[in-house]
């Protein structure tokens, strides 16, 4: 028969109190840690297309008013009457650019938004497994533990 030689129940019972503090502290960060990617993926595939989106919507108003206002002012009834419309083709002109930005802003937007969601899925995948090491094997090995130590209790008590 193998003799044992128990020194110190108090420190497995340290280690035990030490393992489920450890599950419930790994637990709460990778919750912290799934909102996060979760809030990221959220911003990069919803928030930024639609700002990007409504911006578009804007700028061709915009641009639609501005040649509009161009338009009216070059409306006259005789030729040699116009007035000059400078400021006017200058507004046009900035309202086009401006909606060329945002259509290539959403372009941008809608690549970026494919990215993040490649890279947070890359994230989420080993997440589950250390979830699971912390929701599972953990709490396993400490109630493995706690049942280890009762029978060291029941062996050293006489």
Known sequence: MSASNVRS?????????G???LSGDWDKALQE?????????????????????HQVTLAQRQLSEAKDSLAQKRATVRPGDR????????????C???????EEKVRQAK??????????NEVLGPLADLAQQCEVLLPTAAIELRRLIEQLKAYADP
């Open 9 to 17: 129940i108090e420190s497995l019972e340290r280690f035990h109190a």
């Open 33 to 53: 840690v799934r909102m996060m990617v979760h809030r990221a993926e959220d911003y990069f595939s919803h928030d930024r297309p639609k700002h990007w989106r």
């Open 19 to 21: 393992l489920t503090r």
């Open 96 to 102: 086009e650019r401006r909606v060329r930005h945002c």
């Open 111 to 120: 690549a970026l938004s494919i990215e993040m969601s490649q890279a947070c």
């Open 83 to 94: 007035p000059a419309a400078s400021e006017q083709v200058k507004r046009v002109a900035l």
